[in-house]
């Protein structure tokens, strides 16, 4: 029976058969002795197969993140300590040892500050409130783990994690946003706003939990040390939680250490942009798709694109390309052209806005210098678009109609 125990497909099997009878209806404490020789040892690459399992076969995504919940609970204290050689991962900087610290603060918030008031027989308000709006930092800890480390992870197969675990962040978004607004309401019931609390406090611990047991061994089993410096590099645009690293890592080496599939998607016959990549055909759909009308011209005056949308809004045929600019344009407004084009070249200027009514639209007609990361010119664009639409827009659209 033990040989069959360690036997991994095996006990994915079971695991899976956990939680299906959690599914229906069986409680944490009917199923947890029966599965008590499996839980040791139980790694986060086979939580992360079972959940990915399960959706695979049409559980919804919801679903899943409430059994994984429960999941959780049965497992908690069990879930081995998996290392990779995590002494990049100790290194001050490094994106996971800014998730851990983080971590550490929003516990110490927790415990030491936000616990003790929720315990107390008289409720302060305003302390409370005040240790809400520093919770709420959170959500810059989950922005970076939504945005930096999912796309990596679905980038190598690992689907089922990011979309059951972004649920759970964005169900402890919305119950701290509920205590903060209980807070401002002079009156809403003491007894409510600890009891909404307690439940917001307990999910956070919660996910703090599932993060270090689970997210970050399998994260760092998974991603290269390139990935990581990327990682490290957009963390700031996002910004931190009750922690901010006081210096910035830098990887052992410029190249990983370990020997990853390049993904299909970067190779020959895609234009790489600063962020991204898209094919030529994607690009011109792209700029096509836009409702503007957009034309470029060089440095050294010649017209060398313009885009083809449906809203156009004035015509132009392909014969201009590769044209002088100023021969495209009446005698008499030549001269507007050029010392415009010259404004921008010379540094004078970096754009210039005009606005004219053109039967019954209001166009909105921009020039923009276009200059490469040394600062030098490599052209201008102009951009024109029909504004009267946006100037009618008034009130809120939150939903798809």
């Not at 360690?6 to 947890?32: F, P, S, W």
């Not at 030491?112 to 008031?117: A, F, G, R, T």
Request: net charge negative; proline share 5%.
């Amino acid at each position: 029976m033990s040989e069959l125990i360690n036997n991994r497909e095996y006990r994915q099997k079971v695991l899976k058969e956990l939680i299906l009878e959690l599914h229906a209806g069986k409680t944490v404490e009917e199923v947890k002795s029966r599965f008590a020789a499996l839980i040791e040892g139980v790694s986060p690459t086979e939580i992360s197969e079972m959940e990915q399992a399960l959706i695979n076969e049409g559980m919804p995504v919801e679903e899943v993140q409430r059994l994984c919940d429960v999941l959780a609970a049965v497992f908690k204290g069990s879930i081995e300590e998996i290392h990779r050689p995590e002494n990049e991962a100790e290194i001050p900087g490094h994106p996971v040892h800014t998730f851990r610290e983080e971590n550490k603060a929003l516990e110490a918030l927790i415990n030491d500050k936000l616990l003790p008031i929720l315990d107390s027989d008289s409720i302060d308000r305003n302390e409370l409130s005040e240790i809400f709006d520093k919770l709420w930092e959170i959500d810059k800890h989950y922005s970076r783990k939504e945005n930096l480390l999912f796309p990596y992870m679905e980038k190598y197969g690992i689907t089922a994690p990011p979309k059951v675990m972004w649920g759970v962040d964005d169900e402890i978004r919305e119950q701290i946003k509920e205590v903060i607004a209980l807070l401002k309401d002079n009156k809403a019931d003491k007894t409510l706003i600890v009891e909404k609390a307690k439940a917001t406090v307990e999910r956070v611990s919660e996910m703090i939990y599932k993060e270090e047991n689970i997210l970050f061994p399998m994260v760092l089993e998974t991603l290269s040390i390139d990935e990581w410096a990327e990682i490290e590099q957009a963390s700031d645009e996002i910004g931190y939680c009750l922690y901010k690293p006081t210096m910035r890592w830098l990887p052992i080496s410029e190249k990983a250490e370990k020997t990853q599939a390049t993904p299909d998607a970067i190779s020959e016959g895609y234009v790489h942009f600063d962020a991204g990549y898209m094919t030529p055909e994607e690009i011109n759909a792209l700029l096509n798709t836009l409702p503007i009308d957009m034309t470029f011209v060089d440095k050294e005056g010649k017209v060398k694109y313009f885009s083809q949308g449906k809203e156009r809004i004035f015509a132009r045929p392909k014969t201009i390309i590769g044209r002088e600019v100023g021969n495209c344009h009446p005698p008499a407004s030549v001269h507007i052209v050029e010392g415009i084009v010259n404004d921008l070249k010379s540094g004078k200027k970096d754009h210039e806005d005009f606005w004219i009514k053109l039967g019954d639209k209001y166009v909105l007609i921009r020039y923009f210098a276009v200059r490469n990361a040394k600062g030098e010119y490599l052209g201008t664009v102009e951009v024109s678009q029909d504004i009267k639409p946006i100037q009618e827009i008034s009130g809120e659209k939150r939903l798809v109609e």
